[in-house]
């Protein structure tokens, strides 16, 4: 009997806040025993080509990103974000959404290093910039630049309270959730509600929106994730056992900017599956 597939379909590369570029992403993902690797660089698709181009024997690519979303339904607004599996990149809507959110995060970015300096804290927009690489800005970008600074020792400590995760937290222009549904599957592709229950990140959406954005077309859930305990974790496999949508469970791999690693959490065969049928966009590849 042939071991299970070893399925990972949540990974960043330096096309976004990760450390490994595309190429070592997915040779690394290779190195780590996997079957299936899915780069989710958020709001881009610029690693798809480079990954392709470097993807070693035995490695499936599943295409996707993470889409920055919100939802209206609440003042003020709760962000989350959508995993995009093998949808088109030339959709036009849908890429002009991405190249939006991409532009806003910079602007974002930029009066985040202002409020910084603002507080006498020497950091600089263009070493940040520089330091992202022609990647999606995210904060780990600027945690980075504050680590460098001295000024905190880890990324984890960056994202604390008095840094990113409150006081110099500024939000982004996101899309609004249903539009990106709608969007993800208008361009063939599968949606995917990233780390629903994540709520030691911040605040969380009720199950009411999820059963509601299951009606609007969302296919999956993703349960098996480090920042879901283990009762998150089987909530939200209830939940999306009871809305009939499939279940994933990936790493959400960022090199050194986080310590999980490649594979730490893995998707069933069968989630793997219904994903690539339901796929119209474009098709996973494999390396001949
Ligand atoms: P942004 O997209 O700019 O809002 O930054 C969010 C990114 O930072 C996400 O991709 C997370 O993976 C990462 N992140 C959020 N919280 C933490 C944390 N506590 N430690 C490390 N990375 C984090
Ligand atoms: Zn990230
Ligand atoms: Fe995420
Ligand atoms: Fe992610």
């Known amino acids: 009997m042939s071991a299970p597939a070893r399925i990972d379909l949540h990974t960043h590369s330096t096309a976004s806040d990760g450390t490994l570029s595309p190429a070592e992403l997915v040779r690394a993902a290779a190195a780590a025993g996997l079957d299936v690797v899915a780069l989710t660089d958020h709001d881009t698709t610029s690693g798809w080509e480079p990954a392709v181009a470097a993807l070693p024997p035995g490695l499936t690519l599943i295409r996707g990103a993470e889409l920055s979303c919100r939802w209206f339904g609440v003042e003020p607004a709760i962000p989350l974000h959508l995993l995009a599996y093998l949808f088109d990149p030339a959709e036009p809507e849908l890429a002009a959404e991405l190249a939006r959110v991409r532009r806003a995060r910079e602007e974002r970015g930029e009066r985040i290093v202002r409020l910084l300096q603002a507080d006498g804290i020497r950091v600089s927009w263009s070493e940040i910039l520089a330091g992202a690489a022609g990647g999606t800005v995210g904060r780990p970008h ?21 840094w990113l995760g409150e006081r110099y937290r500024l939000p982004k222009e996101d899309i609004d959730v249903f539009r990106a549904v709608a969007l993800v599957r208008a361009a063939g592709g599968v949606p995917v509600f990233a780390h629903p229950r994540a709520s030691r990140r911040g605040r969380i959406v009720p199950d009411e929106l999820i059963v509601d954005l299951a009606a609007a077309g969302l296919a999956g859930l993703e349960a098996d994730h480090e920042d879901h305990s283990p009762a998150e974790r089987e909530h939200v496999r209830a939940l999306a056992a009871e809305l009939g949508l499939l279940v994933t469970g990936s790493s959400d791999f960022h090199g050194t900017h986080k310590t999980v690693r490649l594979g730490a959490f893995t998707t069933g065969a069968g989630a793997y599956e219904r994903i690539v049928e339901l796929a119209r966009g474009v098709t996973p590849v494999a390396s001949s």
């Open 142 to 162: 600027i945690a980075q630049a504050l680590i460098r600074a001295g000024l905190v020792a880890t990324t984890t400590e960056a994202f604390g309270p008095r």
